[in-house]
């Protein structure tokens, strides 16, 4: 059974950083994206960031580019999220996602994803 699990999560000031970690187990993704997305109270969960495999290619939304940065350990089967420069807008609940599948496009839609974690809260004060 495929388990994905977010940590790292919590409450930060305006301008901080955290580094969110997710672990997967259940069988290896090293040659599957793997992304990150989040929900905040009343909206749509929305693309934050994903990895087609180690040293592949990297996407982020507009809204977070150049402030966060995707990264995985194969070894570890394990993708981060490191995330500086943080805004009150960015509090909300993160996701991480594996797909089981070889996508011939950018990985930055829901459906492009397989397994889902249980999210990890991220909170933003000013």
């Known amino acids: 059974q495929v388990q994905l699990v977010e940590s790292g999560g919590g409450l930060v000031q305006a301008g901080g950083s955290l580094r969110l970690s997710c672990a997967a187990s259940?069988?290896?993704?090293?040659?599957?994206?793997m992304g990150w997305f989040r929900q905040a109270p009343g909206k749509e969960r929305e693309f934050v960031a994903a990895m087609r495999w180690s040293g592949g290619s990297t996407y982020y939304a507009d809204s977070v580019k150049g402030r966060f940065t995707i990264s995985r350990d194969n070894a570890k089967n394990t993708v981060y999220l490191q995330m500086n420069s943080l805004k009150i807008e960015d509090t909300a609940v993160y996701f991480c996602?594996?797909?089981?599948?070889?996508?011939?496009?950018?990985?930055?839609?829901?459906?492009?994803?397989?397994?889902w974690g249980q999210g990890t809260q991220v909170t933003v004060s000013s």
């Open positions: 259940g069988r290896t993704f090293s040659s599957y994206p």
């Open positions: 996602a594996a797909s089981a599948r070889v996508l011939n496009i950018p990985p930055i839609y829901r459906w492009d994803y397989d397994y």
